[in-house]
């Protein structure tokens, strides 16, 4: 199975703060990478797919980028509503498998 | 608007099993992959099963394989996780997900369900 590292595991940022979440893969997997977000007893939230592409709806201040092994999730101007827990996800090989996640937290 | 909304969650004994629904709308149901991807208390995000459009090609994550199934009625724009010989480690809310396309291979997903939590426990 492929495994997804996230670092870091949690940040604490203050409001208007640029937020960048690394995710590596243990082996290659192009960009087959989805970022996820996930708020306090809530469904998940699609983000991006393909490394960087932003699923419909979603701002413009969310970001994705990478190939490969290693990818990153950069968040600008950060906003109350946007402190959640991210999860990174390969689907480039069964079973697709999850970052163990990053919990943005206020300053 | 997509809207995908599961039922079937509950409180079972070990060794029981449970059926979950999803029913699917706003969308094209037969056309899309979907899966199921659970969450156990106070953890991240877990795989468990998906399957194609046609409902032809499946696959399982090992820690259910064997008790698990997943399925679709594409009449009836509903997704099924049929779920035998639960263990307490089966606890968890489980979300049903729309995929991107409509084979299972390179899918992502796009929309979630809001959950429905499974409790296994005497």
């Known amino acids: 199975d492929i495994q997804m590292t996230q670092s870091p595991s949690s940040l604490s940022a203050s409001v208007g703060d640029r937020v960048t979440i690394t995710c590596r893969a243990s082996q290659g997997i192009s960009n087959y990478l989805a970022w996820f977000q996930q708020k306090p007893g809530k469904a998940p939230k699609s983000l991006i797919y393909a490394a960087s592409s932003l699923q419909s709806g979603v701002p413009s201040k969310f970001s994705g980028s990478g190939s490969g092994t290693d990818f990153t999730l950069t968040i600008n101007s950060l906003q109350p509503e946007d402190f959640a827990t991210y999860y990174c996800q390969q689907y480039n090989s069964y079973p697709p498998t999850f970052g163990g996640g990053t919990k943005v937290e206020i300053k | 608007e997509v809207q995908l909304l599961e039922s079937g969650g509950g409180l079972v004994q070990p060794g029981g099993s449970l059926r979950l629904s999803c029913a699917a709308s706003g969308f094209t149901f037969s056309n899309y992959a979907m899966s199921w991807v659970r969450q156990a208390p106070g953890k991240g995000l877990e795989w468990v099963s998906t399957i194609s459009g046609s409902g032809d090609r499946t696959y399982h994550a090992d820690s259910v394989k064997g008790r698990f199934t997943i399925s679709r009625d594409n009449s009836r724009n509903t997704l099924y996780l049929q779920m035998n010989s639960l263990r307490a480690d089966d606890t968890a809310v489980y979300y049903c997900?729309?995929?991107?396309?409509?084979?299972?291979?390179?899918?992502?997903?796009?929309?979630w369900g809001q959950g429905t939590l499974v409790t296994v426990s005497s």
């Open positions: 997900a729309k995929n991107d396309l409509i084979t299972i291979f390179g899918v992502a997903i796009d929309y």
